[in-house]
């Protein structure tokens, strides 16, 4: 299930997740306060494996192995998520 994202978001979520470059944008401008904004992240970048300021593609136009490429990209980004959620929260 999907929706837009809402500006009361940022007060419900600590972490707030863009695939890509443009929609990380957009959320930045949306948030209220440098507090916010340091909750915006692309997800690729919790991927140590992943260069900087990577998007993950979107697969819609292309073939099958497209979704299966991006569903191992989106796959590797919540490993390094989960990982830095254990270290950053003191997590087990």
């Known amino acids: 299930m999907a929706r837009q994202f809402r500006h009361s ?43 900087p300021q990577s998007d993950v593609p979107d697969p819609y136009y292309g073939n099958i192995d497209g979704f299966e490429r991006v569903f191992d990209i989106c796959e590797a980004a919540c490993r390094g998520l989960l990982e830095h959620l254990r270290r950053a929260h003191e997590l087990s």
């Open 9 to 51: 978001d940022f007060q419900r979520f600590d972490y707030v997740l863009a695939l890509d470059r443009e929609n990380f944008a957009d959320l930045v401008r949306l948030a209220p306060d440098a507090q916010a904004r340091a909750k915006v992240h692309l997800l690729r970048g919790f991927d140590p494996a992943s260069p």
